[in-house]
């Protein structure tokens, strides 16, 4: 027979081995991250004295720095006007190619221009204004000139020509002079409306001749025309001869011709210009008229 076997208890379960050990709860750790505490930085004190001398620095230097920017503004400005003036100038665009002359009566203009043709093609600002007065010094009759640059291509002469004072008989015929003793003219004829000048030697210079002159230019236009003929043996020592009647004047010197030619034009207005007779200037604070 096989061997018995012990019945299994049926009483309860021991609470020792059946007991399940106790459940521990953790607290449930969130997820949002950890924000680090504030770092004081020992730095930010230095960097903020650092700003400070940097901005006290340009305010100390701010008239320096604003009068470079100006310096270098206008310096900028110059040389770019000088180079703008430079090219205008030198450029091809500004060579002379017409020379206008005007002011001429006695002088034929188109030998003037003929004379001056050498100064085409070179610019405005290189004419050679010295070669001009030498050129133009070769005519006689030009007493003087002014010139005018016309950009962009022109220049403009402006003749001023001697002008007859007087005439003089030279042989058959007459001269015309200036007030320099320069003859302008040899006519065969007396001129209407020129006075003849009468000197030793019919010469158009000296003291005697100056002295006539002198008398002459003092005139004013509605006088001037009333003379016929002036001479003068010496310097102070100068008559006219009026148209009409043939009045005279004694005139004296030059010295004060304004005053005398004043008070001739009062007397010829006082006096009946058919009458014949002398009047006589030479004290200009008393005149006189001395009938024939």
Do not use: C
Not at 254 to 261: D, G, H, I, M, V
């Amino acid at each position: 027979m096989g061997r018995p076997v012990a019945p299994k208890a049926t009483g309860p379960k021991s609470s020792e081995s059946k007991a399940k050990p106790p459940v521990t709860l953790r607290p449930q750790q969130s997820r949002e991250p950890k924000r680090k505490p504030p770092r004081t930085d020992d730095r930010q004190p230095a960097k903020a004295q650092r700003r400070a001398d940097r901005a006290e620095v340009r305010r100390f230097t701010r008239h320096t720095r604003n009068r470079r920017i100006a310096l270098g503004t206008v310096s900028g400005i110059l040389v770019s006007l000088i180079a703008v003036v430079l090219l205008a100038v030198y450029s091809p665009l500004l060579s002379l190619r017409t020379i206008t002359i005007d002011g001429t009566s006695r002088v034929d203009a188109k030998e003037l221009e003929s004379a001056l043709s050498d100064q085409l093609g070179k610019p405005l600002a290189l004419i050679d204004f010295d070669r001009i007065t030498k050129e133009l010094g070769v005519f006689p009759l030009v007493r003087s000139y002014v010139t005018e640059t016309v950009p962009p291509d022109t220049l403009r002469i402006h003749i001023v020509e001697r002008q007859p004072v007087g005439q003089i008989r030279r042989g058959d015929g007459f001269v015309l002079v200036d007030p320099a003793g320069v003859i302008i003219d040899t006519p065969a004829q007396r001129v209407t409306g020129l006075p003849i000048i009468e000197v030793a030697g019919d010469r158009a210079s000296g003291r005697a001749f100056d002295s006539s002159v002198e008398v002459l230019l003092a005139m004013p236009p509605s006088l001037l025309s009333r003379v016929d003929s002036i001479s003068a043996r010496t310097h102070d020592d100068v008559t006219l001869v009026l148209v009409g009647v043939g009045q005279h004047v004694r005139w004296g010197s030059a010295q004060n011709s304004a005053k005398k030619a004043a008070l001739l034009a009062a007397l010829i207005k006082a006096t009946n210009p058919s009458r014949k007779g002398e009047f006589d200037v030479s004290a200009p604070s008393n005149g006189i008229f001395r009938p024939a």
